[in-house]
């Protein structure tokens, strides 16, 4: 069977189950199987591949029709623009989340800092912001050791190994240093909300990195409560809120004396994401 043949199958399975990114999907794995670019396929589309290809093609297909991620098959994802090991002990990284990462690396351009990534799971946002920060270092911290892992595999497939730690512990128990920038993106859903979200994400994404509690804030209040204690003086705090909770995240780290110097909306015009300092 030749490349183009084996996509439309594969899309066609995955339509029948509603998933509506079908053909790229079934793209994005044919391409994983093969070794290639999704380009490549498009330019060889009659070349014929071999029984082993196709049967191992045929598996990743299947894990996608049971709502599995795209990310978790083929166990990476890209976010600003560098390939993340990503699995089930992780979320899978959003393009939302790249929102606090554009004002914070235009702020501290060429500035020597320390940062602090409360619930690292990946590394994704500390490791990028190393990446585009050269003279700074920075620590991720996590509940899941297995996701405190994979942060550790990604700073060493980024080389960023020497500029980054990486510690399994429980935020309450964390009591070490100070940091010019402290970014954290927590669990922030409600409970009430977790069993109306889609099943790619229910059925496979870690529940803990998810759910924030009775109101989604559980998580946020202890964030805001213990970057007011190691965030230095001048140093901003960005984190990552859900939907429609704005108003009373404001409030709580008003209480806390943090002062918001910037809000970043997402495509449907929600704050996203807040950046504040801290009053002396």
Partial sequence: MNLDNLIKEGSRSLKEKNINTCTLDAELLLSNVMGTTKEFLFLNGNLNISQKKIKKYKELIKRRVQKEPIAYIVGKKEFWSQDFIVNSSTLVPRPETELMLYKLVKYFRNKK???????????????????????????????????????????????????????????????????????????????????????????????????????????????????????????????????????????IMSRYKFRITSKEYDCNKNVRCIISTKHN
């Fill in 113 to 251: 800092i320390n940062i602090l990534d409360i619930g690292t799971g990946s590394g994704c946002i500390l490791l990028s912001l190393l990446k585009e920060l050269k003279k700074s270092r920075g620590i991720g911290i996590d509940i899941s050791n297995l996701a405190i892992q994979t942060a550790i595999r990604n700073s060493k497939a980024l080389n960023l190994i020497n500029r980054s730690k990486f510690k399994a512990c429980d935020l309450n128990e964390f009591n070490f240093g100070k940091y010019d920038l402290i970014v954290s993106n927590p669990p922030y859903i409600p409970t009430r909300d977790i069993k109306s979200l889609s099943q790619d994400i229910t059925n496979f994404e870690p529940l803990i990195a998810l759910n924030g509690g009775k109101d989604g804030l559980d998580l946020i209040k202890k964030v805001i409560y213990k970057s007011s204690i190691l965030l230095k003086k001048n140093g901003l705090f960005s984190l990552e809120i859900g939907t429609n909770q704005y108003t009373k995240v404001i409030n």
